[in-house]
């Protein structure tokens, strides 16, 4: 079981980063997948999400700015941010949508990336 997430840093406001997640066949086959992320003292949030199909869906906060694809030849989810503001600063996570995805009997998140907007 796999998910690991890459390509985060640290990047200006108005300045762009492309994450990348890796994910296991069982996990990424056939399910939709998606991009969360979480502050600290905040609940994890939804902010991309893209089904088998390409069918693709964003919360309002990054509608426009963001963009997710996936590679299903490659198991790899994408996220393509541009315009970014200091309130995206989070760890990002992929998982399946909806998640998260259930392994020996328990939630697995894998791997996040750090995000941090500052001048």
């Known amino acids: 079981v796999q998910l690991q997430a890459s390509g985060g840093g640290l990047v200006q406001p108005g300045g762009s980063l492309r994450l990348s997640c890796a994910a296991s066949?069982?996990?990424?086959?056939?399910?939709?997948m998606g991009w969360y992320r979480q502050t600290p003292g905040k609940q994890r949030e939804l902010v991309a999400a893209?089904?088998?199909?390409?069918?693709?869906h964003y919360a309002d906060s990054v509608k426009g700015r963001f963009t997710i694809s996936r590679d299903n030849a490659k198991n790899t989810v994408y996220l393509q941010m541009n315009s970014l503001k200091p309130e995206d600063t989070a760890v990002y996570y992929c998982?399946?949508?909806?998640?998260?995805?259930?392994?020996?009997?328990?939630?697995?998140w894998g791997k996040g990336t750090l995000v941090t907007v500052s001048s």
């Open positions: 066949g069982n996990i990424f086959s056939n399910n939709a």
């Open positions: 893209i089904t088998s199909g390409g069918i693709t």
């Open positions: 998982n399946t949508d909806p998640g998260p995805w259930y392994s020996n009997g328990m939630d697995y």
